[in-house]
T-cell receptor
Framework: DAGVIQSPRHEVTEMGQEVTLRCKPI?????LFWYRQTMMRGLELLIY????????DSGMPEDRFSAKMPNASFSTLKIQPSEPRDSAVYFC????????????FGEGSRLTVL | GENVEQHPSTLSVQEGDSAVIKCTYS??????FPWYKQELGKGPQLIID?????GEKKDQRIAVTLNKTAKHFSLHITETQPEDSAVYFC??????????????FGKGTLLTVNP
């Protein structure tokens, strides 16, 4: 399997623009997680899905952030409007089943908001 | 919610020496403790994990110990090699399979192994 695939790898945008990050989980994995990584706050869980249904979005910082999972092989994280403080690396991870602990991370999307 | 503290934030050792990274957690209901390694430009990758029914687990040069009473766990790397240089994250979660699974990460330790 190709692993978790994220796009774009790098995004530079201006404040106020809409940003969409994309993720393809590993086939057969029924859990999908979005994490944000910054130097100050480390790895923070934003939201996770089970069987395409959002289970916990308590980590989503504010209404400017939204995430969807229209099918088992695709998820998006959208920021609208973007702000400089959103600059971070955003990781998508997937997991197979409820009783396995291992998360498989993608290589991340580095977002810079000017 | 769970709070995971990790120390040190940076660690530099000579090749062949041992490295120890320590973490504490706050939620007494947590019972799953994985460690992830993140190389530059990559996503974190699981290297070892432990559940609270055991106190120690070993896999070649890496080992993890857990003290549930004190709510702390540690990663031990022996005979370090330059390729061990990376950022290491500890994490904690409530029982796998439960309805409130959420993996909380420590802030990471940058390990540098000097040749």
């Amino acid at each position: 399997d190709a692993g978790v695939i994220q796009s774009p790898r790098h995004e530079v945008t201006e404040m106020g623009q809409e940003v969409t990050l994309r993720c393809k989980p590993i086939s057969g994995h029924d859990y999908l997680f979005w994490y944000r990584q910054t130097m100050m706050r480390g790895l923070e869980l934003l939201i996770y899905f089970n069987n395409n249904v959002p289970i916990d979005d308590s980590g989503m910082p504010e209404d400017r952030f939204s995430a969807k999972m229209p099918n088992a092989s695709f998820s998006t994280l959208k920021i609208q409007p973007s702000e400089p403080r959103d600059s971070a690396v955003y990781f998508c991870a997937s997991r197979r089943g409820a009783n396995t602990g291992e998360l498989f991370f993608g290589e991340g999307s580095r977002l810079t908001v000017l | 919610g769970e709070n995971v503290e990790q120390h040190p934030s940076t660690l530099s050792v000579q090749e062949g020496d041992s490295a120890v990274i320590k973490c504490t957690y706050s939620d007494s209901a947590s019972n799953y403790f994985p460690w992830y390694k993140q190389e530059l430009g990559k996503g974190p990758q699981l290297i070892i994990d432990i559940r609270s029914n055991v106190g120690e687990k070993k896999d070649q040069r890496i080992a993890v110990t857990l003290n549930k009473t004190a709510k702390h766990f540690s990663l031990h790397i022996t005979e370090t090699q330059p390729e061990d240089s990376a950022v290491y994250f500890c994490a904690a979660s409530r029982p796998l399979g439960g309805s409130n699974y959420k993996l909380t990460f420590g802030k990471g330790t940058l390990l540098t192994v000097n040749p």
